[in-house]
């Protein structure tokens, strides 16, 4: 099968760097003779038929853009088998032959879903969680944490005013990815993520404290995944035990909005064009296989692909050493 025209969307939730891809996705395309659509609305608007065609001038001056210019929405229906029938019949009705998709991991879910119903897909990981457990790597991650970084760096400086300890909430649903860089970055007296859900509160942060004290430092700043889900309780404890002035502070979708940085433009552009030229090179093998969707991964430093029924079978392991080494330089 050639490819003669492809359909992108974003899913889930936003990331810097989305824009990014859907630039290079659609001039790669283009590039190649290949017409492109983009499906508003993430899965919705295959459904709906909201679907536009792309040309080089709608993904021009969208690379520093935060969110996505395609907009991106939960779909329930999508889960249904009416919602995935309409899905096939519209793909059919506007000749899209294969799809770029690019989300997390219930956007690549939904693409597992279409491609056993005959939808060749390919998904390029983009969530601020770094959490898709078959990439080193995804779209957006970067620039939230310089994003928290920069927050947390605006609230030290109020901390050190006041001699205060600032409990510090940040996103990364159940993954500490984003505690944990942004803790090192930001030099936290205690990192706490959901994937050490069991820490001793009293011989670890608040003996630490204590000790610390002794040494004339009057500030402090605690780091939490959100995933933990005791920020408030943990901070009247640290206060109670420690009689200092403690605030919590959420950062909340800040961290998913804003300009990318440079990391999250170049790995965005390289997985939309590997994507692209994923679709081109391996139609006729994906044709003779089982296994006609893909995933885009960023494994060792290089940017490669993997069946999409592999995607679900990886887990991607924390990093406890760096973890050791925050707990050893926050002294």
């Not at 939904?110 to 969530?127: E, H, M, N, Y």
């Not at 080193?136 to 927050?151: S, V």
């Amino acid at each position: 099968m050639n490819i003669k025209k492809i359909g992108v969307l974003t899913s889930g939730g936003d990331a810097p760097g989305m824009n990014a891809a859907i630039r290079a996705v659609v001039r790669t395309a283009i590039f190649n003779n290949i017409e492109t659509v983009g499906i508003m609305r993430g899965y919705n608007g295959l459904i709906n038929g909201d679907i536009k065609n792309l040309t080089l001038r709608d993904v021009s001056d969208i690379i520093h853009r935060g969110g996505t210019t395609l907009f991106t929405a939960r779909c329930l229906e999508f889960k249904t088998e009416e919602g995935l029938n309409k899905v096939v019949k519209n793909c059919k009705d506007y000749n899209i032959d294969a799809l770029v998709v690019i989300g997390g991991d219930g956007t690549f879910r939904g693409a597992r879903d279409l491609s056993a119903r005959g939808i060749t897909c390919v998904g390029i990981p983009a969530t601020i969680d770094n959490d898709i457990g078959c990439s080193d790597y995804t779209i957006g991650f970067d620039t939230a944490l310089n994003t928290a970084m920069e927050m947390i760096d605006k609230l030290r400086d109020t901390a050190q005013s006041h001699d205060r300890c600032t409990v510090v909430e940040v996103m990364g649903r159940r993954a500490g990815y984003i505690a944990l860089e942004t803790g090192i970055a930001c030099g936290a007296t205690f990192i706490i993520v959901p994937e050490i859900p069991d820490i001793d509160i009293d011989n670890n942060i608040i003996k630490k404290i204590k000790e610390i004290q002794k040494t004339g430092k009057k500030h402090f700043i605690i780091v939490v995944g959100e995933g933990y889900k005791k920020t408030n309780e943990l901070a009247e404890y640290v206060q109670a035990q420690t009689n200092l002035e403690t605030r919590v502070a959420v950062l909340g979708h800040v961290q998913r909005g804003g300009s990318p940085s440079v990391k999250d433009r170049v790995t965005a552009t390289h997985m939309g064009n590997y994507a692209v030229n994923l679709l081109i090179n391996k139609t006729s093998q994906v044709n003779q296989t089982q296994n006609k969707s893909y995933v885009v991964i960023v494994k060792n430093g290089e940017v490669t692909s993997i069946p999409i029924e592999d995607a679900f079978n990886k887990q991607k392991e924390f990093d406890y050493n760096l973890y050791n080494i925050a707990s050893q330089v926050s002294l």
